[in-house]
């Protein structure tokens, strides 16, 4: 069974929310699903995962994997790797990332990967998130938003996909703030990027596992999506 890297069209899109809700509802059809954050980045919890991204795809999927198999590396500054690596003076851990994903490969049905910020992140000077899609070989789910403007980032974050020869299972619109209307918005990005739109998820106010696995298989063509 295919392994997904979640990609998005910018930071705070979504990715997170919309990776969650695809663990709990693989999760509840039987899935073995584990979740990876390659690279996190921001201020480190107090308790727990240092990224709060962690703590609720590991949640979400109810895994135990230890923090250093799922999230590789965090950096302590909200910046790409590039940048915070620079400043760190560290180097991003990307063999690392590629040697972890084959283990978790191996323990779980499938994994859902989250990105981190948009497709063309920079982990090093030559090497993106789209990089790092192509690395893993693995097909690629966009997340995008509603908001007017999305239709720009979305078309951009396409045509990067096809440039790096990243197959695109699908576009998930992440309907949480006031933008297009979704069937509209489905229409033109289907008819524009001719990639299938897997469907829309509304603001979700309950994270509980029944709330993401009803509001999930409700708008979400799940079939298109594992096919
Ligand atoms: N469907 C939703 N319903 C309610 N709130 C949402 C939804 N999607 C996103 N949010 C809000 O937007 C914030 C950012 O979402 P999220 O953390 O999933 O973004 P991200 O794309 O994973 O960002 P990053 O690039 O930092 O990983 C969330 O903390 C939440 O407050
Ligand atoms: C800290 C933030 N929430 C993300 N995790 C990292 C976003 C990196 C964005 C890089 C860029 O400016 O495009
Ligand atoms: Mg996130």
Same mark, same amino acid.
């Given at each position: ?45 107090k ?12 949640n ?36 690392t990332v ?14 859902l ?8 992140? *920079?982990i090093? +000077?030559?090497?993106?998130?789209? /990089? $790092?899609?192509?690395?893993? !070989?693995?097909?690629?789910? #966009? ?7 999305t ?46 739109v897997?469907?829309?998820? *509304?603001?979700? +106010?309950?994270?509980?596992?029944? /709330? $993401?696995?009803?509001?999930? !298989?409700?708008?979400?063509? #799940? ?5």
């Amino acid at each position: 069974m295919d392994s997904f890297f979640i990609t998005g069209t910018d930071t705070d899109v979504g990715k997170t929310y919309v990776t969650a809700g695809l663990a709990v509802t693989l999760r509840k059809m039987g899935i073995d699903v584990g979740v990876m954050k390659p690279f996190a980045a921001g201020t480190a919890q107090k308790k727990g995962f240092k990224s709060e991204d962690i703590e609720i795809l590991s949640n979400a999927a109810q895994v135990n994997d230890p923090e250093s198999l799922v999230n590789p590396q965090f950096f302590p500054i909200p910046a790409s790797p590039y940048t915070a690596s620079k400043k760190l003076k560290i180097k991003p851990k990307i063999s690392t990332v590629l040697t972890n994903f084959k283990k978790l490969s191996k323990l779980h049905d499938l994994i859902l990967v989250e990105g981190m910020g948009g497709l063309m992140t *920079p982990i090093q +000077k030559n090497y993106h998130i789209a /990089s $790092l899609i192509k690395d893993m !070989k693995i097909p690629s789910v #966009i997340v995008t938003s509603s908001r007017i403007g999305t239709i720009n980032h979305t078309l951009m974050t396409c045509m990067m996909c096809k440039k790096y020869k990243i197959p695109i299972q699908g576009i998930i619109i992440n309907d949480f703030e006031n933008g297009y209307p979704t069937p509209q918005l489905k229409r033109d990005l289907e008819d524009l990027t001719g990639v299938k739109v897997l469907g829309s998820i *509304p603001f979700i +106010k309950d994270m509980s596992d029944t /709330s $993401l696995n009803r509001i999930f !298989k409700k708008n979400l063509d #799940i079939k298109s999506l594992l096919k």
